[in-house]
T-cell receptor, first 109, second 111 residues
Framework: QKEVEQDPGPLSVPEGAIVSLNCTYS??????FMWYRQYSRKGPELLMY????GNKEDGRFTAQVDKSSKYISLFIRDSQPSDSATYLC?????????FGTGTRLQVFP | DTGVSQNPRHKITKRGQNVTFRCDPI?????LYWYRQTLGQGPEFLTY????????KSRLLSDRFSAERPKGSFSTLEIQRTEQGDSAMYLC?????????FGQGTRLTVV
């Protein structure tokens, strides 16, 4: 079992839709989680990070951690074509980040 | 620009040649990381520096790979005797606390 698992997609949604991106993790010892956005042939860009359980909101983005099910989620409201990218979840193992494979999102007009 | 800077952006090399990449972290970030990313995969951890000390190395970092961070500033990643399997995007990140910021990466193609 990989430490962080993520459905690779692709996920295709119409503009304005609510997008839900999800990951599961196996190691409960580390409680910082990150979401990165990566455009094609670019480096990952940090979107949000969360600690332990609960929600964190930033504009159209909401990150959620459910410790009981070892599930992390990123919700994007009012999705835009410019949100089309690969979204990477990561768990902070203190000295390194362990990433999922990334989910490719396509928002069409 | 005060972000993480990586050079070169692209490198094409023949199998068996040595290559060196450079990373300039965000000023005052004491932590620096190298990752490798292949198509369709998330970044994989290679190595981590705190200031000039290399504190952790992945098993992915074979003896053909070496990384340095002299004086705790910029870092270099060298690959000796490159192989086709080394073709990937090499990413550098830096942080001061929890949030790690990535550079644009160096795309290596070994032909």
């Amino acid at each position: 079992q990989k430490e962080v698992e993520q459905d690779p997609g692709p996920l295709s949604v119409p503009e304005g839709a609510i997008v839900s991106l999800n990951c599961t993790y196996s190691n409960s010892a580390f409680q910082y989680f990150m979401w990165y956005r990566q455009y094609s042939r670019k480096g990952p860009e940090l979107l949000m990070y969360t600690y332990s359980s609960g929600n964190k909101e930033d504009g159209r983005f909401t990150a959620q951690v459910d410790k009981s099910s070892k599930y992390i989620s990123l919700f994007i409201r009012d999705s835009q074509p410019s949100d089309s990218a690969t979204y990477l979840c990561a768990q902070d193992y203190t000295d390194k980040l362990i990433f999922g494979t990334g989910t490719r999102l396509q928002v069409f007009p | 620009d005060t972000g993480v800077s990586q050079n070169p952006r692209h490198k094409i090399t023949k199998r068996g040649q040595n290559v060196t990449f450079r990373c300039d972290p965000i000023s005052e970030h004491n932590r620096l990381y190298w990752y490798r990313q292949t198509l369709g995969q998330g970044p994989e951890f290679l190595t981590y520096f705190q200031n000039e000390a290399q504190l952790e190395k992945s098993r992915l970092l074979s003896d053909r790979f070496s990384a340095e961070r002299p004086k705790g500033s910029f870092s270099t990643l060298e690959i000796q005797r490159t192989e086709q399997g080394d073709s990937a995007m090499y990413l550098c990140a830096s942080s001061r606390t929890t949030e790690a910021f990535f550079g644009q990466g160096t795309r290596l193609t070994v032909v």
